[in-house]
């Protein structure tokens, strides 16, 4: 698993492993929802998508070899 913080948000990335074949990602506005009940990453699809190329574009410079293909495909 692999989590990223930004902006008040936090985006939880599980099945992160190059092993895995499907990635499942959870949102969390935690400014707003400390105890992360709420996963918010349906109704925000594009604060999702903003999370989850700041944790690609990480991952591409540092981690490639040991994360999720699906995670660096897009």
């Known amino acids: 698993n692999f989590a990223r913080l930004y902006d008040g ?3 939880i ?3 992160a492993s190059p ?3 499907e990635l499942k ?3 969390y506005h935690v400014e707003e929802d ?3 009940s709420i996963d918010c990453a349906k109704d925000n699809p594009e ?3 903003k999370l989850l190329a700041l944790l690609r574009s990480e991952f591409r410079k540092d ?3 040991h994360v999720n293909p ?3 495909d897009k």
Do not use: G, M
């Open 9 to 11: 948000w936090k985006l």
């Open 13 to 15: 990335l599980h099945n």
């Open 19 to 21: 092993f895995d074949d």
């Open 25 to 27: 990602a959870e949102l």
């Open 34 to 36: 400390i105890s992360e």
């Open 47 to 49: 604060k999702l998508q």
């Open 63 to 65: 981690a490639a070899p």
């Open 70 to 72: 699906n995670l660096l």
